[in-house]
């Protein structure tokens, strides 16, 4: 037998490390069946899509009673993302989908606090990856008291690196079609809609939001084309911008002041019996300071297919809570 020579062995090694860096690199899903689904970048971990629904026992059935998107640090590490179990609002979710008050057959359902039912995922109906992005489609059904589902929701998210300082693009992409009658969903800016829920632990002196408009008044302006954050958790900086599409519904409130951070879009909507509803997002996410205004509506205009200028911002810091007054001391003043 002829000895393999030295060239041949470091070119058998190389392509075997060719190989394996080509079957890490671009997008790919891990799924943990039944419990959650990695959505991982060159072999890191960019977002984890909670889909479990365990009603074994009720502190089980708590963690589990709405489907959501962790989103995790650049790194791979570790979400930067609220997950169940926060001591603060714990049914503030990852990026989430939900409305405190959704008509339907003359009751109103709570599918933002959790109150008497749930979201349940059913399966995932796609799934795709390559080098350059990667998608999936949940089948989500809102559940009323008794378990029985009264509108079902197609919730896809589509992820993307983005240019730097920001380091992943999640668009989401959900549709509502009331199948048992009709639905309508309301609520309020802080209590509905599509949001984002930074992890549990955030310096609240160092929330920061930035609007599009230079006169911007959060609590009354309606239909911004998109909002953003930057918060500071475990001594480093995040900015999240969320974008909104111009086909969603007009006349949408953003919730966008509170200092640890959820804040997103309340869009109001009916939907006939049989019908559906579109609506669509996109979020960027940046490790660090915000990213320049421009690059920011550049980013904005691929995701709408406008091409709208940069506009003129204002960045206001986030609303302190107010001290709370203790028993008589309002009668004094």
Request: net charge neutral.
């Amino acid at each position: 037998m002829r000895p393999v020579s030295v060239f041949v062995l470091l070119a058998c090694a190389s392509m075997f490390a060719l190989h394996a860096a080509d079957e890490s690199a671009g997008f790919t899903f891990n799924d943990q069946a039944g419990q959650y689904l990695d959505v991982l970048y060159n072999g890191k971990i960019v977002g984890r899509y909670m889909y479990a629904y365990d009603k074994s026992t009720p502190a089980r059935l708590n963690e589990t009673y709405k489907p959501y998107l962790h989103v995790f640090d650049a790194e791979g590490k570790a979400p930067i993302t609220n997950g169940a179990g926060a001591k603060q609002y714990p049914h503030h979710r990852g990026i989430f989908v939900g409305w405190n008050k959704i008509g339907f057959g003359g009751k109103t359902y709570d599918r933002w606090h959790m109150k008497g039912g749930e979201q349940v995922h059913q399966k995932f109906s796609e799934q795709k990856t390559d080098k350059d992005q990667a998608s999936f489609t949940s089948v989500i059904n809102y559940n009323d008291e008794a378990g029985k589902p009264f509108m079902v929701e197609e919730r896809t998210m589509t992820f993307r690196r983005a240019p730097a300082p920001a380091y992943v693009l999640v668009d989401l992409r959900t549709t509502l079609k009331a199948t048992e009658g009709d639905v309508t969903l309301d609520g309020d800016p802080e209590h509905a809609g599509i949001h984002y829920r930074p992890a549990e632990g955030v310096n609240t002196k160092e929330t920061l939001y930035v609007f599009p408009k230079e006169d911007a008044k959060p609590h009354a302006d309606f239909d911004y084309p998109w909002a953003g954050e930057t918060y500071t958790l475990g001594g480093k900086k995040y900015s999240v911008v969320i974008m909104s599409h111009p086909d969603n519904p007009k006349k949408t409130k953003w919730s966008a002041y509170r200092d640890y951070g959820r804040f997103g879009a309340f869009p109001k909507a009916a939907i006939k019996s049989g019908e559906a509803l579109t609506l669509k997002y996109r979020f960027l996410v940046a490790e660090g300071d915000m990213p320049a205004v421009d690059a920011i509506q550049t980013c904005c205009n691929q995701f709408t297919g406008l091409n709208e200028p940069a506009p003129k911002t204002v960045v206001i810091p986030a609303e302190q809570p107010k001290p709370a007054v203790k028993k008589g001391e309002e009668a004094k003043k």
